[in-house]
């Protein structure tokens, strides 16, 4: 039979990053608060589809919930294509991320991916997962800001995982956390300044 009828490792690999963009790309935020009744999260805060900025609605139930469903995006994506390969799943992984940043349904305005950055973590490395965990927790607890809290963690993570003789995924969330500081210019900016928002604070 022809070789092109079976798929390829690059086939595989493609179809791994779309499936997961797809993942990536449903907007939790927007549909939670928009079914709770509290409108378009998108036109309080900063803007943003994620958990910090659902939190600033006021209901913690529906933050939490976000933060949960887009953090399972990115280890859904990574599990389910963990069935073909490893390279498939850092694949589904990293679609998932961008999917989230650049939703195709919110003409590719989305969120800045740190649950599911969080999420795809979780999928590759449960201790991976662990250390970012622990790091968002102490920053944020001493620091009452969400974004330092991701940032330093998005540092500690990769060098984590080189440590823990995974180069692949290593290598993959520091591509992630380049991106993750990227689309956090502003909020670094408002860090310097001293104007950046704190952890519950509302608008």
Same mark, same amino acid.
């Given at each position: 039979m022809p070789d092109e009828i079976f798929p390829t490792a690059m086939h595989v690999l493609v179809a791994a990053v779309v499936f997961g963009y797809l993942l990536g790309s449903i907007p939790f935020g927007l549909l939670l608060t928009r079914a709770a009744g509290l409108g378009d999260v998108r036109k309080i805060g900063s803007g943003n589809i994620g958990a910090t900025n659902v939190l600033r609605t006021g209901n913690k139930k %529906? @933050? @939490? @919930?976000? %933060? %949960?469903?887009?953090?399972?995006?990115?280890?859904?994506?990574? =599990?389910?294509?963990?069935?073909?390969?490893?390279?498939?799943? =850092? @694949?589904?992984?990293?679609?998932?991320? =961008?999917?989230?940043?650049?939703? =195709?349904w919110l003409g590719f305005k989305g969120g800045k991916g740190v649950a599911t950055y969080l999420g795809v973590l979780l999928g590759l490395s449960y201790l991976g997962a662990l250390a970012f965990a622990v790091t968002w927790l102490l920053v944020a607890f001493v620091s009452r800001y969400s974004s330092l809290a991701a940032l330093v963690a998005a540092v500690v993570v990769p060098i984590a995982l080189y440590m823990m003789d995974m180069p692949s995924a290593a290598g993959l969330l520091a591509l992630m956390s380049l991106i993750v500081f990227i689309r956090h210019r502003a909020n670094i900016s408002r860090l310097l300044s001293g104007t950046e928002s704190r952890i519950g604070s509302k608008g």
């Amino acid at each position: 039979m022809p070789d092109e009828i079976f798929p390829t490792a690059m086939h595989v690999l493609v179809a791994a990053v779309v499936f997961g963009y797809l993942l990536g790309s449903i907007p939790f935020g927007l549909l939670l608060t928009r079914a709770a009744g509290l409108g378009d999260v998108r036109k309080i805060g900063s803007g943003n589809i994620g958990a910090t900025n659902v939190l600033r609605t006021g209901n913690k139930k %529906l @933050a @939490a @919930a976000t %933060l %949960l469903l887009d953090a399972l995006k990115g280890t859904v994506a990574v =599990i389910v294509a963990s069935r073909w390969s490893q390279d498939a799943a =850092i @694949a589904a992984g990293f679609g998932a991320f =961008i999917g989230h940043l650049y939703p =195709i349904w919110l003409g590719f305005k989305g969120g800045k991916g740190v649950a599911t950055y969080l999420g795809v973590l979780l999928g590759l490395s449960y201790l991976g997962a662990l250390a970012f965990a622990v790091t968002w927790l102490l920053v944020a607890f001493v620091s009452r800001y969400s974004s330092l809290a991701a940032l330093v963690a998005a540092v500690v993570v990769p060098i984590a995982l080189y440590m823990m003789d995974m180069p692949s995924a290593a290598g993959l969330l520091a591509l992630m956390s380049l991106i993750v500081f990227i689309r956090h210019r502003a909020n670094i900016s408002r860090l310097l300044s001293g104007t950046e928002s704190r952890i519950g604070s509302k608008g």
